[in-house]
């Protein structure tokens, strides 16, 4: 089953969304079109700009480290609002999650208070052109 999630690029996401009463986390693909598999579901962000951060270092430590730091110091001081329902992905890279090396990150979809509808398209855009989305 592992090889299977690797092979279909299916675990390299994960979705977290604060519930009133719960979190709920999900393992997460890229949808590239065509019939969803029954038992699996289409989640969808709001369109939003993105703070991307990134770790390094052995899983869960570096993960849990990051994001303490971004729901506890950065988003609070950067006036930062929660968009949609307040879900955040988190990205997964191949190799060794035990590595010192070992990559990972947080995207937390944001929107800033001064900012308009015509600035996170447009940021959305050069996203999608980069690759990044």
């Known amino acids: 089953m592992e090889q ?53 270092g052995p899983l869960p430590g570096s993960l849990q480290t990051l994001n303490t730091y971004i729901w506890q110091t950065w988003y609070p001081a950067e006036g930062q609002q929660v968009v949609g329902n307040g879900a955040a992905l988190e990205v ?7 590595s010192p090396d070992y990559a990972c990150g947080i995207w937390v979809p944001i929107v800033r208070p001064q900012q308009t509808a015509d600035d996170s398209a447009e940021t959305a855009a050069a996203a999608a052109l980069l690759g990044l989305l």
Do not use: T
């Open 4 to 56: 299977g999630l690797l092979e279909n690029r299916i675990g390299r996401f994960a979705i977290c969304e604060q519930k009133a009463d719960c979190l709920e986390y999900w393992i997460a693909g890229l949808y590239r079109g065509g019939a969803v598999p029954e038992g699996l579901k289409l989640y969808r962000f709001p369109e939003s700009d993105w703070a991307a951060f990134s770790a390094r």
């Open 92 to 98: 997964y890279s191949a190799g060794d999650m035990q």
